[in-house]
């Protein structure tokens, strides 16, 4: 545990969640709802600084002045950690991650971050986000995307999984009670693989790992390719700040049925073709009217 970046007692560790443009009710819903469960998680962790953006608040303007306060207040001891949430675009050059306003590119990550001092951990929960790799791509960063290119487009679930790996047991593979940025990865990139398969459907997400200052990042990360190691000592959870959700039953049965609505979601998007425009309009509205009370009830 002391080998991790958030271990030291005197650091502390800023955590950014922005829930970008959902497009559709359906995505507003489910960005908003995977941004509200991340600080649920992360609200006992110590040593912490959360803002979390949504909504009409989540612009270019606000991520960037949050992330020149965490310039101005981080040292280098620090940790500072991103998570985006939503849709992302790519034009053959750069990234761009889909907000109310002007869109923000991973020139304009990269550009904000590089004034930040502190250990960074971005995680790109979004399509086309493999295309920022080479930009954002640093020593003392840790970039992680759930796509491989900026070409796979489709909306992606790993956010999902990531989500997931703060909350269960299993992702913490050494048991030191410390989840790591590399452990986290490894958990959800399975999950997520393992979601398609299950399915019958073609992958059309790669989640990646990149923390050596290359321009491509790792499914596998390894000794080998060189990949993980930085990834392997930043803390992103200490599972001690999680005790309080683990125990409470209500809490654990109301996350349980919010991914089930989630993957009933996600099948009805996959049989639309097949459906009625009626029939499939009626029950993606059933079924959002049950994910915003089980949001509202995790919320209380």
């Given at each position: 545990m002391a080998a991790a970046f958030a271990a030291a007692a005197h650091a502390e560790t800023f955590y950014l969640t922005v829930a970008g443009l959902g497009g559709e009710q359906e995505y507003e819903q489910r960005f908003t709802g995977w941004a509200k469960e991340l600080e649920m998680i992360l609200k006992g962790e110590p040593n912490a600084k959360m803002e979390t953006l949504m909504g009409p608040q989540a612009t270019r303007a606000n991520i960037q002045a949050r992330l020149a306060d965490f310039a101005r207040q981080a040292k280098a001891d620090d940790n500072v950690v991103l998570f985006f949430i939503g849709h992302g675009g790519f034009d053959e050059a750069d990234y761009k991650f889909n907000v109310p306003g002007p869109d923000v590119s991973a020139a304009d990550l990269a550009s904000w971050l590089d004034k930040i001092p502190a250990h960074q951990l971005v995680v790109?929960?979004?399509?086309?986000?493999?295309?920022?790799?080479?930009?954002?791509?640093?020593?003392?960063?840790?970039?992680?995307?759930?796509?491989?290119?900026?070409?796979?487009?489709?909306?992606?679930?790993?956010?999902?999984?990531?989500?997931?790996?703060?909350?269960?047991?299993?992702?913490?593979?050494?048991?030191?009670?410390?989840?790591?940025?590399?452990?986290?990865?490894?958990?959800?990139?399975?999950k997520t693989a393992k979601y398609y398969e299950e399915a019958k459907r073609l992958a059309t997400e790669h989640p990646l790992l990149e923390d050596a200052g290359k321009s491509e990042g790792e499914r596998n990360p390894s000794v080998e390719n060189g990949e993980g190691l930085t990834a392997g000592r930043f803390a992103v959870l200490h599972t001690g700040s999680a005790v309080a959700l683990a125990r409470d039953p209500e809490k654990q049965k109301l996350l349980k049925a919010k991914e089930d609505i989630e993957l009933k979601i996600d099948d009805l998007k996959y049989r639309k073709a097949s459906m009625s425009i009626e029939d499939y309009r009626k029950q993606l509205s059933q079924l959002l009217v049950e994910l915003a009370k089980t949001q509202e009830a995790l919320d209380k």
């Open positions: 790109l929960m979004t399509s086309c986000s493999g295309g920022s790799i080479a930009t954002l791509a640093k020593a003392k960063r840790v970039v992680i995307t759930a796509t491989k290119s900026g070409t796979e487009r489709n909306a992606p679930v790993f956010a999902r999984f990531w989500i997931e790996a703060l909350r269960d047991p299993a992702a913490d593979t050494d048991k030191n009670e410390v989840i790591t940025a590399l452990e986290a990865f490894r958990y959800a990139e399975a």
